[in-house]
């Protein structure tokens, strides 16, 4: 009896964990999908481990041969994803030729590069935004949210001054890349996510405050979210072989010679509209140009939108397309003198008498003549 129990309770335990979703098999989960997703890699997760490290030994869980990217969270937070060589090339691998190849035996080590960190940081930014919803435990879910990619550390040093947190969550994963072409690791260094303090209320404050108190509005929220605002001075075109060139203390002329052209840039590079740049008490602010022509490309579907389009009217009636009437002139035509007959109108005038005709049988035979003599002189000629 008291095994039949055990059993049944083994069998509700495993039931539970296999539905339940903890860390582990949500980073699993998020790095399969996502490493499709981003560079279609078939990746999957056969371990993941985690330990809480200290300040102080923090360096340990850092190597000089691993891609180090530091990661901004919420409150100000830095944590980190690393890659490993084996890792960093499979994905490089993945996104340049479309394919992993099977690691060497004794594969010469590299220095990274900042084209590395540019190819791996997506997959970091998406693995740790996905993974974030998927935990049942809130902590959990608090520890991944609101990551995003900071920097690269090139070097070991500049991540151990970044990593200011009193204590981390280090969570190693080793990652199967295209069916076993290549075995990686990624670890992850996270701060303990910041819980604001329970204030402390005075019990006699308490019960004497009554009216509760209005909360913020709107305006103020949204005055108080921070933005970053990206303004470009002026947009510079180089090859190559210019920038290659550079040196420092070179100068670049910018060609500017008022703040009136500046240019608000998105994520993305893209300009979103131009302003002037100033301060307003002694804060850097842009003051954007109205665009014009922003409401004229707006679809105009409504009828209210038909005021201010410069349209005809084509539901008012229309006149008669038929010709205006001919006015018929009722005057009396102008009298006209008799004219003379036609055949008794002298064509000719006062022509003086024309001479006569030669006959045409005279003529033929002077025509005739006269051809003969033409080709017995062209017959001298040709003999002399």
């Known amino acids: ?22 860390l582990a098999r949500a980073l699993r989960v998020t790095a399969a999908k996502q490493a499709d997703r981003q560079m279609g890699l078939a990746a999957s997760a056969i371990g993941v481990t985690r330990e809480t490290v200290g300040a102080e030994d923090i360096s340990d869980c850092l190597k000089d041969d691993w891609l180090v990217l530091l990661m901004d969270g ?4 830095v944590g ?20 992993v190849i099977k690691a060497a035996e004794e594969e010469e080590a590299r220095r990274h590069t900042a084209t590395d960190a540019a190819l791996c940081a ?7 935004r996905n993974a974030a919803g998927l935990p049942d435990d809130q902590e959990d879910c608090e520890l991944l949210a609101g990551y995003r990619f900071g920097v690269w550390a090139q070097e070991v040093r500049q991540a151990t001054m970044a990593l200011e947190a009193p204590s981390f969550e280090v969570v190693e994963m080793v990652l199967d ?18 819980r604001a303090p329970i204030p402390q209320i005075d019990e006699v404050e308490a019960v004497d405050d009554e009216i509760p108190e209005v909360g913020q509005t709107l305006v103020d929220n949204t005055m108080a ?3 970053d605002l990206t303004v470009a001075l ?29 240019l608000v840039i998105d994520a993305n590079g893209r300009a979103i509209c131009r302003g002037t740049l100033g301060q307003v008490d002694g804060v850097r602010a842009v003051q954007v140009q109205h665009q014009k022509g922003m409401r004229d490309a707006e679809p105009r579907r409504r009828a209210s939108d038909r005021e201010d389009l410069d349209l005809p009217d084509v539901t008012a009636p229309q006149p008669s397309q038929q010709p205006p009437p001919v006015q018929e002139d009722r005057r009396a035509p102008p009298e006209v003198e008799s004219l003379p007959a036609a055949s008794d109108i002298d064509i000719f005038g006062d022509i003086k008498d024309l001479p006569e005709m030669p006959d045409m ?8 003549d006269l051809v003969r003599d033409w080709g017995a002189e062209g017959a001298e000629n040709e003999v002399s």
């Open 361 to 368: 049988e005279e003529a033929a035979q002077a025509a005739d």
């Open 80 to 99: 980190a994803v690393l890659f490993d060589p084996s890792c960093v090339t499979g994905l490089i691998q993945q996104q340049t030729m479309g394919k």
């Open 74 to 77: 919420e409150g100000g937070q």
């Open 225 to 227: 979210l921070h933005a």
């Open 234 to 262: 002026a947009r510079l075109s180089y090859s190559i072989q210019q920038v290659s060139g550079f040196k420092v203390g070179d100068v670049l002329d910018l060609n500017i010679s008022t703040m009136t052209q500046a």
């Open 122 to 128: 997506p997959l970091a930014e998406a693995l740790l």
């Open 1 to 22: 009896m008291t095994s039949l129990v055990h059993r049944k309770a083994r069998t509700g335990r495993e039931i539970q964990a296999a539905r339940s979703m903890s």
């Open 177 to 194: 890349l295209a069916a076993g072409a290549r075995t990686g690791k990624v670890t992850l260094i996270l701060p303990e996510p910041l």
